[in-house]
């Protein structure tokens, strides 16, 4: 796609020349940087200010150890992010303020960085993850990954926006910055094809790998490379990369591993297509293919309502999108994506995250001047699109009304059990009230060594038992391609939405299932209700079935074929089940912080279980809004 259309362009010097590129104002520009809003600019210069004295740590060889020897991912990961967000927060303070104050702390931290030994974290690096000996890392281990390729990003626009001002102390750290950022990312990216993310190996899985770091590269080659031929090298590596990411992305635009990776995927794919059509002056552009658009709109097609979004899959419920759909939107001409964009929350300034210059420069200037939508965005609707159904991925999602949260929401999914950061949860659904959680996917913990182990599928939350699903004879559903919906089918009026699909396949074959026939349903209008019907038959007689449902609100059993979920001040969706049921509950205290970042101290898990199993069945489970 890039490469077919672009590639001789680029190969004939369509590329703006270093000089002439400038898709952020530089620190020089005092008149952009001053009129930068306050409500932006004070975030950065209290955090700048709150770590000023910050001293730089060393990252002790024995928390790159802790990866291998105790499994623990953030030993290492937290000190590694930390120096980064540090040095971003003292660069954006320092071009927002324009007085000099964090020059030399800025001096501190390029240097500090550029002795790190590696700059590969130690889940990433192959070396130790291919090699069951080793535990350490050398200063031979240049790899271009998720974590040494942002910080190539961070260093390239930080010699961008403040490269006159550090030549004014000394030549020597932009020569310390090239000659680190070739050594450790630039021959390794043009020397090696054989990175899995690139997507050149045969049948190479791809995912958000492939748009991240090749965001990170851009502004290697475009702002910091000053050898035309080289430059000119990696942007048509980094075009034909993105290439194989998009023959590779299913074709209904689905981010299949969750809306929270859509920053990284879609809003990644963005960013990197914005880029080269401004490094290009409009020359190089795909915003109007269909698959890139659809990729764009998929991130209001998951919205709930505020920062909820339908969290399938790894990945928060609560989802920060920043201003990429804002930008996105306007390149292709959606106000819908506009004005996610404009309703998302300002990014707040973590030390112990990914610090991602690009998008945080964004925010700072709003880009206002880019082409606007065919349509204002003030006379469309907000982002609550009132359903949309991915085909390839097998997604629903439905809401009551168009424009708005109020009334019932609900979201379904067939799919595999190997989809990317996969769940078992084929067949489940969440529902939401008034942009309120009612049942929900619970998401992931914070991620450790065992997350992308093979004893992955022994963590509880990724287990169909705590999805909105049914286990048979304490039998759960299996990881896998084999493991997946059949019958799959849509139906989409005015009147209704619904999902039905057959999650036998999804259980091994010792469950004894014939055929699990489960239809998830909104109806809209005076009655409005969703309505989840499981129509089942087993090759012999069960043991028993138990139906999950996870819910952060507190569950009111008190009344026979009856549940009470309260999600506000005299506000409750009733959820009414068959009296050959018998309900119970259970308190999920929630340890780890991720977790209780979206859904509070704890959860509540309701198990529905058959007083009498039988071979064949029809349950049905109809829920209401009462208020």
């Known amino acids: 796609m890039l490469s077919q259309k672009f590639d001789g362009l680029v190969a004939q010097g369509v590329l703006l020349a270093p000089?002439?590129?400038?898709?952020?104002?530089?620190?020089?520009?005092?008149?952009?940087?001053?009129?930068?809003?306050?409500?932006?600019s004070e975030k950065w210069i209290q955090f700048a200010?709150?770590?000023?004295?910050?001293?730089?740590?060393?990252?002790?060889?024995?928390?790159?150890?802790?990866?291998k020897r105790e499994g623990d991912l953030l030993a290492y990961l937290n000190l590694h992010w930390e120096r980064r967000s540090i040095l971003g927060a003292y660069v954006l303070a320092e071009c927002l303020e324009g007085q000099g104050r964090y020059l030399d702390r800025i001096l501190d931290g390029i240097f500090a960085i550029c002795e790190e030994?590696?700059?590969?974290?130690?889940?990433?690096?192959?070396?130790?993850?291919?090699?069951?000996?080793?535990?350490?890392?050398?200063?031979?281990?240049?790899?271009?990954?998720?974590?040494?390729?942002?910080?190539?990003?961070?260093?390239?626009?930080?010699?961008?926006?403040?490269g006159e001002r550090l030549d004014g102390i000394s030549v020597r750290i932009g020569e310390?910055?090239?000659?680190?950022?070739?050594?450790?990312?630039?021959?390794?990216?043009?020397?090696?094809?054989?990175?899995?993310?690139?997507?050149?190996?045969?049948?190479?899985?791809?995912?958000?790998?492939?748009?991240?770091?090749?965001?990170?590269?851009?502004?290697?080659?475009?702002?910091?490379?000053?050898?035309?031929e080289t430059r000119n090298q990696g942007i048509r590596k980094?075009?034909?990369?993105?290439?194989?990411?998009?023959?590779?992305?299913?074709?209904?635009?689905?981010?299949?591993?969750?809306?929270?990776?859509?920053?990284?995927?879609?809003?990644?794919?963005?960013?990197?297509?914005?880029?080269?059509?401004?490094?290009?002056?409009?020359?190089?552009?795909?915003?109007?293919?269909?698959?890139?658009?659809?990729?764009?709109?998929?991130?209001?097609?998951?919205?709930?309502?505020?920062?909820?979004?339908?969290d399938f899959?790894?990945?928060?419920?609560?989802?920060?999108?920043?201003?990429?759909?804002?930008?996105?939107?306007q390149r292709i001409g959606d106000a819908r994506l506009e004005n996610l964009g404009r309703m998302a929350e300002p990014a707040v300034p973590r030390l112990l995250n990914w610090f991602g210059a690009y998008p945080a420069l964004s925010e700072l200037f709003t880009p206002a001047d880019k082409p606007a939508s065919a349509a204002p965005a003030s006379a469309v609707p907000a982002s609550h699109v009132r359903e949309a159904w991915l085909p390839y991925s097998q997604v629903l999602t439905a809401r009551e009304t168009d424009g708005t949260a109020e009334g019932l929401f609900i979201a379904a999914k067939g799919g595999s059990n190997h989809e990317p950061h996969n769940h078992n949860d084929v067949g489940n659904f969440i529902v939401y009230a008034d942009g309120r959680p009612v049942l929900i996917d619970l998401g992931t913990e914070n991620y450790k060594a065992q997350t992308f182990s093979a004893e992955r599928y022994e963590l509880w939350y990724l287990k169909s038992s705590y999805h909105n699903l049914p286990t048979i004879d304490g039998i759960v559903q299996r990881a896998g391609e084999a493991y997946r919906a059949s019958g799959v089918s849509s139906r989409l009026t005015d009147e209704t939405a619904e999902l039905a699909l057959d999650i036998a396949g999804a259980y091994p074959a010792e469950a004894g299932i014939a055929s699990w026939r489960r239809t998830c349903?909104?109806?809209?209008?005076?009655?409005?209700?969703?309505?989840?019907?499981?129509?089942?038959a087993f090759e012999q007689e069960p043991g028993g079935i138990d139906y999950s449902l996870i819910t952060p609100c507190r569950p009111d059993l008190s009344e026979p074929g009856r549940i009470e979920l309260g999600y506000a001040d005299h506000k409750r969706v009733v959820i009414a089940y068959d009296a050959a049921l018998e309900a119970r509950s259970e308190v999920i205290v929630l340890e780890d912080d991720r977790l209780k970042g979206n859904w509070g101290e704890q959860v509540y898990r309701v198990v529905l279980s058959e007083r009498t199993p039988g071979r064949n069945g029809v349950r049905a489970l109809t829920m209401t809004i009462e208020k």
Not at 132 to 138: A, G, M, V
Not at 193 to 212: E, I, L, Q, S, T
């Open 49 to 67: 200010a709150l770590h000023g004295d910050y001293s730089w740590p060393s990252l002790p060889a024995a928390k790159y150890a802790a990866f």
């Open 313 to 329: 899959a790894d990945g928060d419920a609560k989802v920060s999108v920043g201003v990429a759909p804002l930008g996105f939107g």
């Open 521 to 536: 349903r909104l109806v809209r209008g005076s009655g409005a209700r969703v309505e989840i019907i499981d129509d089942y």
């Open 117 to 162: 030994t590696t700059w590969v974290v130690p889940h990433h690096n192959s070396h130790i993850r291919h090699n069951e000996q080793e535990i350490l890392h050398d200063n031979a281990d240049h790899e271009v990954e998720l974590a040494s390729s942002q910080t190539g990003a961070l260093l390239a626009w930080t010699w961008y926006l403040l």
């Open 176 to 228: 310390r910055i090239r000659r680190e950022v070739r050594e450790r990312l630039v021959r390794p990216y043009l020397d090696r094809d054989d990175y899995w993310w690139m997507g050149f190996a045969k049948a190479a899985h791809v995912n958000n790998w492939n748009p991240w770091c090749n965001n990170n590269m851009l502004p290697v080659f475009l702002l910091l490379e000053d050898d035309p």
């Open 238 to 310: 980094i075009m034909r990369s993105l290439d194989e990411f998009l023959k590779r992305y299913p074709q209904d635009g689905c981010c299949e591993e969750g809306p929270m990776y859509w920053g990284a995927s879609g809003g990644g794919l963005f960013q990197c297509l914005d880029m080269l059509y401004m490094a290009s002056g409009g020359a190089i552009d795909i915003f109007d293919e269909p698959l890139v658009q659809d990729i764009g709109r998929f991130i209001y097609k998951v919205h709930i309502d505020g920062n909820y979004f339908v």
């Open 19 to 40: 000089a002439a590129f400038s898709p952020i104002p530089s620190a020089q520009d005092r008149e952009r940087w001053s009129s930068v809003p306050e409500a932006l």
